[in-house]
């Protein structure tokens, strides 16, 4: 630990594993030849800034890397997957022109979420739960797998929302995206796997933005809001579109349109 003053571990040829590292206000950089990991899930990294680099991995699907931080940057991850869990709220970034990993990502924060960098899974699914905030993503999400992002709220006391200005794609999964309170489109959705679903469930609205798509390969697709759904254009080719509202279905076109919506 130090007193806000900045902390960096470095592992060339190997591995780190923490414990308890803190740096106050300051920043911590792990950079590690293979994988960077925690002991258990009372291990804690707590900085202002987090940046990792690593050859084959971060955390792993029992092991989360825990984290107290404001930012994480994500340097480069040669292979492997990225795997953190957040106490608090999170702004993700990197140090290039995106996050790019091979294998799953998966990020679970205690607070909102705000993604500024486009996120990429080549080989794996890409998952993100945030418990008691929002979700905000400025640039496209995809993955080769499952897509699922959701916020919850644990107390039934705030209005936790998700929005994508960027697209989100799979090329062979499915996508869910669930909201605690509104879904907020501003970019394409689509998978282009045979047969895979899509589906976006709000406990309040469902907002399609003027010119965006849902998209599947033949594959389902279902939008259920507790409020209000206004959709643009949505195409299930073969496969079957459900829209379920207990508020008003809006076609947010002119009146004199006639784009085909659905």
Known sequence: STTNGDISLKATNGSIVTETLNSGTANISLIAGTTINDIDANSLISANNLTLKSGTGVGSSTNFLNTSITNLIVDSITTGGLFIKENSSLGIDDL?????????????????????????STAGKIVINVTNGSFNATKFITASGNILIQTVDSGSTGTYNVTLDGVLSSSTGYISVKSDYDITQNANISTSGSTKTIELIAVNDITMADGTVISSTNGNILLNSGNNISIENITAGTASVSITSTGNLIDIDTASDIEVDI
């Open 96 to 120: 290039s022109t995106g996050i790019s990993l091979v294998g799953d990502i998966m990020i679970d924060a205690s607070s909102s979420i705000n993604l500024t960098e486009s996120l990429t």
